[in-house]
């Protein structure tokens, strides 16, 4: 019986995929976050496209990774208004949630 090309092909697609698949490196530093109320979080190394709580309305957050930091006004990174916060930029304002970009 003869092989089929487009399964072969698929085949040899998921072959290559998986073995040039890398594991998602996180955004070297930290990022500081501070409550109205004098309250600070801080998060080491965040992971690409991960989702991290804020402090909500009138917080700040200090980027001090080497990537951009994207912060959104909802608890889950949802809503499409974000803010992106450039590598040793700072915000204020409604820090709902926050993800490093990868």
Do not use: W
């Amino acid at each position: 019986m003869r092989p089929i090309p487009a399964i072969s092909a698929a085949t040899a697609a998921v072959v290559l995929a998986l073995a040039c698949a890398t594991p998602a490196a996180a955004a070297p530093g930290i990022v500081r976050l501070f409550s109205p109320d004098g309250q600070s979080r801080l998060v080491t190394d965040p992971l690409p496209n991960q989702c991290h709580p804020g402090f909500g309305p009138d917080s700040g957050l200090l980027n001090r990774t080497s990537g951009t930091i994207l912060v959104f006004p909802d608890s889950n990174c949802r809503i499409r208004v974000f803010d992106p916060v450039e590598p040793g930029a700072a915000k204020q304002g409604n820090i709902g949630s926050f993800l490093a970009m990868n």
